[in-house]
């Protein structure tokens, strides 16, 4: 079993709609949750950052996590085109800046 | 501000050679970077942690020999890839800590002929 897992998609919506990408793990341990957006053939970049449980957001960003279901999500409200990417889930014992394990990614296409 | 750099962005070797890929803190110093692998459609993967001025430490099932990590200075860290294979292909992303966070550099594509 992965300690992480993702679906990979791919996932295609309507410019507008409501995104959700979810994320499971197996190591009660892990605190810091990450999700990582990553453009074709470049490196991930950093999109939320949530420390233990709980809800955080960002502008058109929502980051949820549920450390009793091991269950984390990301929300995208009014999706636009330039919000196609894969997005990753990431999560850390210690903090984003130690050891990371990602997920495989998923890849969204936002249709216009 | 925090622009890791990498170079080159893409490589093309023929088997049995060697590649250096190098990884540099544009803006900033880290004591700290790592090195990941990503196969196509696949994760990150870490391959191993560099830490400035000391032995890099290298994940489980990572050929220390084989992927070689200089970290001679707080703004760059090399990766050789020694004795090439075509199953070493891949995409290769440098990050480096600064401020409680991970940059990632924009990664490198080694195809290995």
């Known amino acids: 079993q992965k300690e992480v897992e993702q679906d990979p998609g791919p996932l295609s919506v309507p410019e507008g709609a409501i995104v959700s990408l979810n994320c499971t793990y197996s190591?009660?341990?892990?605190?810091?949750f990450m999700w990582y957006r990553q453009y074709s053939r470049k490196g991930p970049e950093l999109l939320m950052y949530?420390?233990?449980?709980g809800n955080k957001e960002d502008g058109r960003f929502t980051a949820q996590v549920d450390k009793s279901s091991k269950y984390i999500s990301l929300f995208i409200r009014d999706s636009q085109p330039s919000d196609s990417a894969t997005y990753l889930c990431?999560?850390?014992?210690?903090?984003?800046?130690?050891?990371?394990?990602f997920g495989s990614g998923t890849r969204l296409s936002i249709r216009p | 501000g925090a622009v890791v750099s990498q170079h080159p962005s893409r490589v093309i070797c023929k088997s049995g050679t060697s590649v250096k890929i190098e990884c540099r803190s544009l803006?900033?110093?880290?004591?700290?970077m790592f090195w990941y692998r990503q196969f196509p459609k696949q994760s990150l993967m870490l391959m191993a942690t560099?830490?400035?001025?000391?032995?890099?430490?290298?994940e489980q099932g990572v050929e220390k020999d084989k992927f070689l990590i200089n970290h001679a200075s707080l703004t760059l860290s090399t990766l050789t890839v020694t004795s090439a294979h075509p199953e070493d292909s891949s995409f290769y992303i440098c990050?480096?800590?600064?401020?409680?966070?991970?940059?990632f550099g924009p990664g490198t594509r080694l195809t290995v002929l």
């Open positions: 990431a999560m850390s014992l210690y903090s984003s800046a130690s050891k990371i394990i």
């Open positions: 949530t420390y233990s449980s």
């Open positions: 803006d900033f110093q880290a004591t700290t």
């Open positions: 190591n009660s341990a892990f605190q810091y």
């Open positions: 990050s480096a800590n600064w401020d409680r966070e991970q940059f």
């Open positions: 560099s830490n400035e001025g000391s032995k890099a430490t290298y």
